[in-house]
């Protein structure tokens, strides 16, 4: 029998999505050169998120793009047949300021992955994270620039962000 915790409901996101987005235009001073990427899929919605947020609050547009990061597994070999997805950027990274997006880290396999894909396509000025939650367990020296929320977790837990049309409603913990 499973038991989940609601971390964050749809308002709680929001809320978190818009002070993320604060973060990202302090530490960058504005858009200028800045770019959202997010990873697919969950962390291309939430892109799409921060990027309305910024143009709320900056009233500028700034690109989006998405990258899939099947290809740059490190575990590729060991999980059989992945369906591959589509990488779309369509601006050049070089000299730009990337900000990469995720739902959830936690060994950070998923943004080495990312890291790889978007250094193959160009050489952004620098690349900064964006995550909703925080779960720990890191393997790699990997960690976010900005932070939804730090939820510490077993390793026989999971973090689970529900989505509706685009939109993420919910952000369980479920425990086995």
């Known amino acids: 029998m499973s038991q989940d915790t609601v971390i964050f409901d749809q308002a709680g996101i929001a809320r978190a999505l818009t002070r993320i987005a604060h973060e990202i235009l302090e530490k960058n001073k504005g858009t200028e050169d800045l770019v959202l990427v997010g990873i697919r ?6 892109a799409r998120l921060l990027r309305d947020r910024i ?6 547009e700034i690109p989006l793009g998405t990258v899939d990061i099947t290809m740059y597994r ?3 070999s060991s999980r059989g047949t992945l369906p591959v997805g589509k990488t779309e950027i369509p ?3 070089d000299g730009k300021k990337i900000i990469l997006v995720d739902e959830v880290i936690f060994t950070g396999r998923t943004i080495r992955a990312a890291l790889d894909a978007l250094i193959d396509i160009g050489r952004p000025d620098c690349i900064q994270l964006a995550v909703l939650i925080d779960r720990g367990h890191r393997e790699l020296p990997i960690r976010p620039d900005f932070v939804g929320r730090n939820v510490p977790t077993a390793r ?5 962000v529900f989505f509706d049309h685009a939109q993420p409603i919910e952000v ?3 425990k086995s």
């Open 172 to 174: 369980r913990l479920v």
């Open 156 to 160: 026989d837990e999971d973090i689970c």
């Open 74 to 76: 490190d575990d590729i």
């Open 91 to 93: 601006f050049a990274l």
């Open 55 to 60: 143009v709320e609050i900056e009233g500028v």
């Open 41 to 46: 899929s969950g962390g291309d919605h939430l």
